[in-house]
């Protein structure tokens, strides 16, 4: 109902020019405060607004004059961050300025390292940095010139200790890599603040010359079996393994002079891959390589493989179905055992008028079958020869 | 009940039950799941559920403003979804509209047809193949939900026409409107379609009827004497139809722009400036046969067999204006078959889907069909049956016609059944969940080969995708420029297609895409090769394919605004115009107690005494007393309609006067129509005799059975020729029938089926697992009786390229049919039984507590140091390329970005583009792979490749449009570390170039797999070099088949033989990760192959890695 009553004109009461406005100059953060606010002539009850301009916005408070003097009593909730606050009273027209810093605490837990880059190469001229901000239980930047102490472990176990203060709210270091390949580990503390160690991994660098080595080393060159090329531990200048994955290719050259390219990555600084034998019997040059480096090169003598001496070659032909079968074999191999199934016999048939076919079959169970059209072949007198690895059949034949 | 029965034809009430029963039952057995539009609806019906008032949805696309569809249909799903939800409100909603045509077509066919008859359109229209068609297999709600009450306004419109009573006015305008909000374009071409005929027949209807008042003479010959008098005469029958036909008319252009007035003036401010996609309606439906059996033969069915009936009857009764616009939209609906169509629409013809007038035909001839049924029941057709063939073929011939529409019926509705054209329900649930998880909804995702069916999923996912499926609102370039449907299903658009995908495969980072859920394996070879890693398979099946290195979307996405009051129009009129007509629509029921409690009527039937009425609606209409009175007096002051009355009675009055005719100028009356008199005077057949009516049965069949046989024993052997066995053979391996495929084979030769599925098992590779048959040319070389050898050429295409092959079939005769002889298998023998190898795994943790905070700064990997060893920018075959080659200095296996620009003489950016296929995105520590970024166009906006849509060219490019002189250009590298992907298993041997007899140089060898795992799809890349070893080109080549463990692949490459590739600019900005140079660029590498001085090159080095599809 009140609402709906007119209200009468009061007079305002009128205050201007300077309040005095006393604060002390500086506070710890979180320490509660008060301020006071005077003018002499002020009238008792006339309201004081204080306003008190933070890193975090401004804060407004309220009191009234009396006998001259206004007092806030600021709770230590309201002087936890840090920074330089301006006060502001107005009363009526009247104002005061004051300034008020209020000072960060001590550091507390965690003091947290942070580095980057996370890893570098190990080769002492790398480097990464170790950057801390400490602060103190209210959040607030430590104060400048704070001291920070950061401890260092490096990959062979060696300590390092140094100090850093604290400069613009951070403290940091620069850390150069060692020639240890491994993990360092960082932590920091300021006072009797700690907190949780940070890593900085440091990497072999780029790798030098290494050697190769390859088992066994007497296979046949029967196009099939595996010879497992491997290199000595790879390892940078400064003795570090190349890390798991570290790729290198493998060059083979052939007897024929055709190169291989076997790609392998590394497993506890080796590098391990699988040579297939060639079909021809030879030597074989191998070398490991990485942009820019190379290994020494590896030679391999493959023997004679395959089919070896000479094998028999049936030919027969079936008028019914107006087919003709090849039929070469049983293909032997050094040892007396068949060729790999699958093996190509390369078969040539020369025909009654010098022409010549060529034909492949593969092998099954040691024979190579071959099976003709009759209609296919002009009437005569024909040569057919079989060529696998080192061995050869042959055989004459008529078409009637 | 007993009185609405009474009141209203029983087979109408039939026809509703079954279509309740019928297609309840189907809709809610999920017919729907498998249409193509269904899902569609219930997105948009998801949209409006969550924002009504929203005109936007940054779902689809880069956002669209959903104002670009009537809301009608999708809005009352979003209503009825709170207490249902989605689906439910689908079935519901689509029911509602199948009985609302129902109804709709009974009342239509009633003005052209009898009252039994339209009993039996209504009945006809349940089991109709256009309707299952157009509701289970097509799956459009809005064009049904709109039919019906464009329908239900047809004998409104008529009764306001011939009665003029305001009442029946409103109530069409309002249906008009209900129309409109389900369906603009139901309402604009049913002006033209549906109701140009009614006004039409109801002008000519008054043209021919006499006026009471009207003098009774009728002149025998037109003079000038009575012409004047005659002319009026008509002119007073017709003029007041054509009065309220001119009144009828704006209020339905009104109802047609206001009530999705929001919608047009989307239109205007953005029009449609796409390329069309193609519709098979459009296309000849004798070159195109699907086509024509979708858009034309299942929606006739049947009734194509009546349509010479429905044409004479309709032409020959008061139906022919309806007619006349059934022969239009038989007309149109044959799309290309004719140009006819194309010329008369114009441009619309590309935009229009031309199958909406078929199933407007088959709506319309629906009254007539009802018709043909009335006289096979009892009329003319009865008669005659009955009388040449005998009452058994009438009966016989009502049985068959009963059943093969319910079957037809039947297997339309459920054809999806038979015949999927969308693929199998994924449960979507665990893709909604991935995308909630983690904050990927961060990024926009795509999904492929999900169908139509991505659209449920947006539906349960706030997730963005760049994708979409209303292709009305793609705004992106790189999509409206293509006629691609959708990039979900790339490989049945065409160039554009892939094209239009390949673009957001390259360049993800443009877009922040980052996921793709795939359901086809087709796409795996392009997405590996672009740098995209399969994440994890969720339990529905679904690969989720991740790419690296992807910005997420910014926090405010962009919109397109629109003014509050079109918001506020969208979210209410269209709806509030379907409640209205709904209202006005039911008013029999309504309008009596209204009456009666206006004291207004007194046939209502309620006997109420006068003055309780009369207490009770003073009561009511106290408060309004006042201004109840002074409108009265106002209405009674303005005496509008006294006034109107007035005029009009006037005008009458003259045109009465001026109709008179002099007396004596009277002759009876002979119709014009001479042809109704020859019909007429056709003789009619006499009545066969009992034995000829059973003679004639047996005769038809005797026909019937003979037709059956012949077309079975044509169609064996057809498929029986040498030429299509070949063809059939490679289409069952095609679409891996291999038990068909095996009984081809000639049976004393081949293998085991065990052993044959066994050799087939271990084909792999791009043709054999990922590619599609897309052409078998089949070439007789030799033949005689018994074998018959033949060359086969086979075109197949995958999503990276296109591989023709050729093989060599012998077909041998046994028992009098022709078998292909197998092919021989692979007998080699690997030589280790058990194989091991050393393998390396990395595991990122990404964040090592499991919380759902940003990650920790200690957990964050540091990138992987590239250096660019060397770049330039070349012009090969009229493109510009920037090729070169870095390397992954760092320790860690890195998952590689190059980005090139071309810049103008100021420095200005003019194009960018990512290098995709050629270069290996997955590096191992201390890793070489060469790069080339082929600067390309928007896919499609090159006119001849729109041209070529039906031809599928994986490879195909368009060129960048760049409007300034390339001056230089810059190349960044970037990388994350990555644990995917790193296997370096195939072995290059026995490497060697030669000159082929072509005189071109190939590169001969083999690829050997050392590894452990299947090398599906080998990449070979190919960098040749200057004498200073600097990277001069880059070229690569994918092998067909797939290299198995411990086994051998030759390959047989043709290299580059252009020679020095012209270098535009070799000075450049090189940005890699590294800040400086870890290895110098001019150190010597074995891996390098000399090459012969004439090629050009200096030297060339080849590197392989694999896709192993079936590591995952």
Redesign the interface.
Do not use: C, K
């Given at each position: 109902m009140t609402g709906c009553t007119r209200t009468l004109a009061q007079p305002t009461p009128t205050l201007s020019g300077t309040l005095n406005l006393r604060a002390p100059a500086a506070i710890a953060a979180g320490q509660p405060v008060t301020l006071v606010v005077e003018r002499s002539d002020a009238p008792d009850g006339m309201i004081v607004t204080l306003v008190m301009e933070g890193s975090y916005g401004p804060l407004l408070s309220r009191a009234p004059f009396q006998a001259g003097r206004a007092e806030f009593q600021i709770p230590a909730t309201d002087t936890q961050v840090a920074g330089l606050v301006t006060l502001v009273a107005h009363a009526a027209a009247a104002e005061g300025r004051a300034e008020l810093t209020i000072n960060p605490g001590q550091p507390v837990d965690p003091v947290t390292p942070?580095?980057g880059?996370?890893?570098v190469?190990a080769d002492g001229a790398h480097w990464g940095s170790v950057v801390a901000i400490p602060f103190d239980s209210f959040g607030n930047p430590v104060a400048e010139g704070t001291p920070l102490q950061f401890r260092i472990r490096r990959p062979d176990g060696s300590p390092e200790t140094f100090s850093a203060s604290v400069t613009h709210l951070l403290a940091w270091r620069r850390i150069s890599s060692s020639t240890h390949a491994g993990r360092t580990t960082i932590s920091v503390t300021a006072g009797d603040a700690h907190g949780?160690d940070?890593?900085l991994i440091e990497?072999?660098g780029?790798p030098g010359p290494f050697s190769l080595n390859a088992s066994p080393s007497n296979l046949p060159a029967d196009g099939?079996?595996?010879v497992t090329l491997r290199t000595d531990p790879i390892t940078d200048v400064y003795g570090n393994q190349?890390?798991?994955?570290?790729?290198?290719?493998f060059?083979?050259e052939?007897p024929?002079g055709?190169?291989?390219?076997?790609?392998?990555?590394t497993?506890d600084g080796v590098a391990?891959?699988?040579l297939?034998a060639?079909s021809e019997p030879g030597t074989v040059t191998v070398?490991a390589?990485?942009?820019?480096v190379?290994s020494t090169a590896l030679l391999i003598v493959f023997a004679p493989g395959l089919a070896v001496g000479a094998f028999p070659v049936t030919v027969s032909i079936d008028h019914a179905t107006g087919t003709m079968s090849i039929v070469v074999g049983p293909l032997l191999a050094a040892l007396g055992q068949f060729v790999?199934?699958?093996?190509l016999a390369q078969i040539t048939l020369i025909g009654p008028d010098g022409t010549t076919y060529q034909r492949e079959a593969?092998?099954?169970g040691g024979l190579a079958r071959l099976t003709l059209r009759r209609s296919e072949l002009v009437s005569g007198n024909y040569q057919i020869k079989i060529d696998i690895g080192t061995g050869v059949g042959q055989t004459n034949f008529s078409v009637p | 009940m007993r009185l609405l029965l009474g009141r209203y034809n029983p087979l109408l009430f039939l026809a509703l039950a079954i279509a309740l029963a019928y297609h309840g039952a189907l809709l809610l057995s999920g017919t729907y799941t498998h249409t193509y539009d269904a899902y569609v609806h219930i997105f948009f019906a998801d949209h409006y559920a969550r924002t009504w008032f929203d005109h936007w949805e940054p779902r689809w696309y880069t956002g669209f403003p959903m104002t670009s569809y009537p809301p009608g249909s999708q809005q009352s799903i979003a209503l009825l979804s709170y207490a249902v939800g989605l689906k439910t409100g689908f079935v519901i909603v689509a029911l509602l509209a199948v009985l609302n045509v129902t109804l709709g077509i009974y009342r239509f066919a009633k003005i052209w047809a009898s009252e039994e008859a339209a009993g039996y359109a209504a009945l006809l229209l349940v089991f109709a193949s256009c309707t299952a068609e157009t509701v289970h297999v097509f799956g459009q709600l809005p064009t049904m939900f709109s039919l019906g009450f464009l329908l239900n306004a047809l004998p409104f419109v008529q009764r306001w026409l011939d009665e003029g009573r305001v009442r029946w006015l409103i109530t069409a305008w309002l249906l008009n409107a209900a129309t409109t909000a389900g369906h603009h374009v139901t309402t604009l071409f049913g002006a033209v379609f549906f109701v140009a005929p009614v006004i039409a027949s109801s002008i000519v209807i008054a043209f021919h009827q006499p006026l009471p008042d009207e003098p009774p003479q009728h002149p025998g010959r037109v003079t000038w004497v009575n012409l004047r008098p005659l002319i009026v005469r008509r002119v007073r029958r017709v003029l007041p139809v054509t009065i309220r036909a001119a009144i009828y008319g704006p209020g339905l252009i009104a109802a047609l722009i206001l009530v999705v007035l929001p919608y047009w003036l989307w239109s205007k401010a953005d029009p449609i400036t796409q390329v069309s996609i193609p519709h098979a309606s459009r296309d000849s439906f004798i070159v195109n046969t699907s086509a024509g059996l979708v858009f034309w033969l299942i929606p006739y069915g049947l009734t194509l067999l009546t349509v010479p009936y429905v044409f004479y009857k309709g032409l020959t009764t008061r139906a022919w204006p309806m007619t006349l616009s059934l022969a239009m939209l038989v007309f149109l609906g044959t799309g290309g078959t004719t140009p006819f169509p194309k010329m008369l629409l114009g441009g619309a013809f590309d935009v229009l889907t031309l199958d909406r007038f078929t199933f407007w035909a088959t709506i319309t001839m629906l009254p007539l069909v009802g018709e043909f049924v009335v006289s096979l029941q009892h009329g003319g057709l009865a008669t005659y049956l009955r009388e040449q063939f005998g009452d058994i073929t009438w009966r016989l011939s009502h049985i068959l016609l009963i059943f093969t529409y319910l079957v037809i019926s039947f297997f339309v509705s459920n054809l999806t059944q038979f015949r999927r054209f969308q693929p199998d329900p994924i449960d979507f649930q665990p893709i909604a969940t991935f995308l909630t998880k983690d904050e990927h909804w961060r990024w926009r995702y795509l999904t492929l080969g999900f169908g139509d069916q991505m659209a449920w999923l947006s539906a349960q996912t706030t997730a963005n995708s760049v994708d979409g499926n209303y292709h009305s609102a793609r705004r992106l370039p790189e999509m409206t420029s293509t006629p691609v449907e959708r990039l979900e299903g790339a490989k049945y658009s065409g160039v554009p297609g892939i094209g239009s995908l390949q673009q957001f495969l390259a360049v993800p980072d443009k877009y922040n895409l980052k996921f793709i859920f795939s359901n086809d394996q087709f796409y795996d070879p392009l997405l590996f090769f672009s740098g995209w890693h399969r994440l994890q398979r969720l339990e529905n099946g679904i690969m989720v394919w991740e790419r690296e290195d992807i910005p997420p979307l910014p926090e405010v996405l962009p919109r397109r605004e629109i003014p509050l009051y079109q918001r506020v129009m969208w979210g209410t009129v269209p709806l509030m115009a379907i409640v209205m007509a709904l209202i006005a629509f039911a008013s029999p029921f309504w309008l009596p107690y209204l009456r009666w409690l206006l004291n207004l009527n007194e046939e209502s039937g309620i006997h109420t005494p006068l003055h309780i009425r009369g207490h009770i609606w003073a009561t009511m209409t106290r408060p309004f007393r006042r201004l109840r009175l002074w409108a009265h007096a106002l209405w009674a002051q303005a005496d509008v309609v006294g006034r109107g009355q007035r005029i009009w009675m006037w005008i009458d009055q003259r045109l009465l006067i001026w109709s008179e005719i002099p007396p004596g100028d009277d002759s009876p009356s002979v119709p014009w129509q001479i042809w109704l008199e020859w019909v007429s005077r056709l003789p009619r057949p006499r009545p066969a005799t009992p034995t000829a009516q059973h003679v004639r049965l047996a005769l038809l069949i005797s026909i019937g059975l003979a037709s059956l046989a012949s077309g079975g024993m044509w169609y064996l052997g057809q498929a029986r020729t040498p030429t299509t066995i070949v063809q059939q053979y490679y289409d069952d391996l095609d679409f891996r029938r291999f038990s068909q495929a095996y009984a081809r084979l000639d049976p004393q030769t081949r293998p085991p089926y065990d052993q044959y599925l066994l050799d087939l098992s271990v084909k792999g590779g791009m043709v054999a697992s990922y590619g599609k048959l897309n052409n078998v040319r089949v070439q007789i070389i030799s033949a005689d009786s018994s074998r018959i050898g033949m060359l086969v050429e086979t075109d197949w295409v995958t999503s990276l390229s296109t591989y023709p092959t050729t093989q060599l079939l012998t077909l041998v005769m046994r028992d009098d049919r022709w078998y292909i002889e197998s092919d021989p298998v692979d007998v080699t023998v690997p030589p280790e039984p058990f194989f091991r190898r050393g393998e390396v795994g990395w595991v990122a943790t990404s964040r090592r507590r499991v919380i759902n905070q940003p990650t920790d700064f200690a957990d964050i990997l540091d990138r992987p140091d590239l250096q660019i060893l060397s770049a330039r920018l070349v012009r090969h075959s009229g493109r510009y390329s920037v090729v070169g080659e870095l390397i992954n200095t760092s320790s860690d296996p890195a998952d590689v970005t190059v980005t090139a620009f071309l810049h103008d003489a100021a420095g200005d950016v003019l194009s960018r583009y990512n290098a995709q296929e050629v270069i290996m995105h997955k590096l191992f520590p201390k890793e070489v792979t060469p790069f080339r970024v082929d600067f390309e166009g928007v896919a499609g906006a090159v006119l001849t490749d729109t041209l070529d849509l039906k031809t599928f060219k994986p490879g195909a490019f368009t060129p960048p449009l760049l409007t300034r002189p390339v001056d230089s250009f810059d190349v960044y590298a970037k990388a994350v570390i990555t644990q995917h992907d790193l296997s370096r298993n195939l072995t290059l041997q026995d490497l060697e170039i030669f000159r082929a007899d072509d005189g071109t140089m190939h590169l001969r060898g083999q690829l050997l797999n050392t590894g452990t795992a299947e090398a599906t799809i080998p990449h070979v890349l190919l960098t040749y070099y200057d004498a200073k070893g600097q990277v001069a080109w880059v070229d690569h080549v994918y092998i067909r088949d797939a290299v198995r463990p411990q086994r051998t692949q030759v390959m047989d490459i043709p290299l580059d033989n252009s020679g020095n590739v012209p270098t535009v600019n070799q000075q450049s900005g090189l940005f890699g990760t590294a800040l400086l140079p870890e290895v110098s660029v001019d150190a010597p590498w074995r891996e390098r192959m000399p090459l012969p001085p004439e090629m050009g090159f200096s030297s060339l080095r080849v590197s392989v890695h694999a896709f192993e599809g079936s590591s995952q």
């Open positions: 942070l580095v880059p996370h890893s190469i949780p940070a890593n990497t072999p780029w099939r079996q595996f190349m890390l798991d994955g570290t790729l290198i290719t060059v083979a052939t024929g055709q190169p291989r390219l076997i790609p392998a990555y497993i391990e891959a699988q297939q060639p070398r390589t990485l942009y820019g190379e790999p199934n699958g093996t593969e092998t099954l | -």
